[in-house]
């Protein structure tokens, strides 16, 4: 995967403004605002197929239930398409994600940084600004270490960044350091398959939690 920041992600960055005298969140949104796996097993299911929770992907995981097939890559790639045209817009939110980032928007900016598919930009915005989460929405493709340092940009507060994948957060510490990485993990399922993320700084499975770690990390640096 690609180091570059993507034009359509970079556009995206430089017409949102971002006071970098100010904290600055930078949260994923599937499996950390809005419930994705739960509700991608329950299509899954409908179509009599199934995820078999053997490992912390997709790819590998995703079969027939009636002669227990293994979906390609290709395959996973094109049910995900399906899944986010059918259900991007109407993605419960992740228990306490909503009042957590209510309350920190006092303290810090928040930006989304998702990549659901491009097409989906505009799904993804609507069920986030349903769900309260009225926060600038980035959409990126491929690794996100080039997308969060751009938004991090010569910071001079303190800048966090949130995600389920340990590839994400790996990729933000390859290019942008100096951002504090939390490995967030909604499904309690899934959360058992992956241990905390080598390059985070916290694994952090619950937004209470998340956001008092925040809070503190706020105040000992004085903002
Ligand atoms: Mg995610």
């Known amino acids: ?33 809005v419930v ?38 290709n395959e996973v790639l094109s049910l995900l398409d399906t899944f986010f045209a059918k259900e991007t817009q109407s993605l419960d939110a992740v228990p306490g994600a909503i009042e957590a980032l209510n309350l920190l928007s006092l303290r810090a900016q928040i930006v989304i940084l998702s990549n659901v598919p ?8 609507r069920c986030l600004v349903e769900h309260g989460m009225n926060y600038p929405l980035i959409i990126n493709n491929g690794l996100k270490g080039p997308a969060v340092r751009a938004l991090a940009g010569p910071a001079r507060a303190p800048v966090f960044f949130i995600d389920d994948s340990p590839s994400h957060i ?12 939390i490995h967030f993990v909604h499904d309690t399922r899934l959360a058992e398959l992956v241990g905390p993320a080598p390059e985070s700084h916290h694994r952090i499975d619950s937004w209470p939690e998340a956001r008092t770690t925040i809070e503190k990390e706020l105040s000992a640096a004085g903002f």
């Open 1 to 33: 995967m690609t180091n570059d920041l993507l034009e359509n992600t970079r556009h995206q960055i430089s017409s949102i403004i971002i006071d970098r005298n100010r904290p600055l969140i930078i949260s994923d949104a599937d499996e950390v605002l």
């Open 36 to 73: 994705f796996m739960a509700r991608f097993e329950l299509f899954l299911n409908e179509q009599n197929y199934f995820f078999d929770w053997s490992s912390f992907r997709l790819t590998g995981n995703i079969r027939r239930k009636s002669d227990n097939y293994t979906f390609s890559q």
């Open 118 to 125: 491009f097409t989906y930009h505009a799904e993804r915005e």
């Open 170 to 181: 790996e990729s933000v510490a390859t290019q942008a350091d100096h951002v504090r990485r």
